[in-house]
Every structure is written in structure tokens, then in C-alpha cells.
């Protein structure tokens, strides 16, 4: 277990290889089964996963990836968590700042994130971050029916997720 800490001292990195275990052991305890075992199959292609370290112990970490559609680059978010004992010190939000300022300087401007639907803690977080929920039909209205199409069939979406969307200024 990780001692209880007040105010940890965040630092953000690039994941590699070595973090798959933390990644898994924060994954156990933050989704159910099923995401865990996804989880595992997909850390095997190295996708894109920051880390949040506090005293050397991986503390949270946020998988993304980005899409290519119409030669536009669109940011996808994907995995998100942090260990139970370190929740609420603000780990989450240093993740998502450091990703938006990564799609940022990668010139992207369209960023979306899988949520499943109830998970309203991560709505709130979220919403903090600029994100709004987008629902198909809106999807449509902006993105046109095909690349909707195509964007969803790369999101991967289980019937139960939803997505959440932010334009990047
Ligand atoms: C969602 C999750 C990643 C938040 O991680 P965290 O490091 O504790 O989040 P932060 O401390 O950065 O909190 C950021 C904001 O999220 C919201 N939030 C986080 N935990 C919350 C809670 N228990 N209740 C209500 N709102 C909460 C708040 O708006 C918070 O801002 P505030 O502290 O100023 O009120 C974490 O609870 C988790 O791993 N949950 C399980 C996995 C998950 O749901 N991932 C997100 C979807 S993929």
C-alpha cells in the first residue's frame, strides 16, 4: 500500500515497458474486470501513456492516441485513472493539462474522451477540463455522417460509453 500523503509533489513523464504493472495493479483497482484484461491487451502495442509519479511511485497515468482523419490530426483519450491513494490531490487534472498541451503544440485542435455513462466523477472532471458531452446526433451534425462513422469505429466505443469533446483554442 502507498502511505497516505497530504500534498504529494506531482511529476509528469513519458510511460514505458516497466510501467505496465503499475498501469495494471491502478487499472484493478479503478475499472471493472473486463477493462483490466482490454487494458492489458492494449499496453502490449505501446500506445501513448503519461505518467504521474509521486515519490517515485507511479500515482495515475493517462493513455491516448492520435487519429488521423482527412489529413487532420484528432486527439483521442482513452485510459485514465489514478490509484486510489492518491485520488483527489489533482493528479488527474496535471495528466489531462499535460496532454492538452501536448495535442497543442502537435497542432491538434479536436479532442475526444470515452466516459462510460454514470461515471459522473469523471463527467466533473471533464467538464473542468473543457470537455461537454457530444452525442451521435451531434457528432453527425459536426463532423459529417462519414467521418462520424469512421470516428466511431475507431473509438471503439462499448454501447454503455459516451463521448465527451473539446475544440482546443
Ligand atoms: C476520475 C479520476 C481519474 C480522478 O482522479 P483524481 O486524481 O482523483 O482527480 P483530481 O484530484 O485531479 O480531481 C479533478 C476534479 O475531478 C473531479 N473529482 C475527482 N474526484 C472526485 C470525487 N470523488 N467526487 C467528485 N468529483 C471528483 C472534481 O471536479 C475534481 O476537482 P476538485 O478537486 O477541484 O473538486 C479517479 O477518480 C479515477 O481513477 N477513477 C476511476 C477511473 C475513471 O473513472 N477514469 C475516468 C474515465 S476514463
Known sequence: MHENIH??????????KEDRKS??????LS????????AAQNLKSNPHTI????DGKVAGFLVSKT???????LGYIFWLATHPDYRRHGIAL????SIIDEF???????VF?????????????FSKCGFYRMSRKDFRKRFGIWSAWILYSRFLLAPHEMIFYNYLK
Open 7 to 16: 500534498a504529494p509533489v506531482i511529476s509528469i513523464r513519458l510511460g514505458n
Open 23 to 28: 498501469i495494471l495493479d491502478i487499472c484493478r
Open 31 to 38: 475499472f471493472r474486470r473486463v477493462y483490466t484484461f482490454i
Open 51 to 54: 505518467i504521474a509519479e509521486v
Open 67 to 73: 487519429i488521423l482523419l482527412k489529413n487532420q490530426k
Open 94 to 97: 496535471r495528466l489531462m493539462s
Open 104 to 110: 497543442r503544440t502537435d497542432g491538434i485542435r479536436n
Open 113 to 125: 474522451i470515452a466516459v462510460e455513462r454514470g461515471n459522473k466523477i469523471g463527467e466533473d472532471l
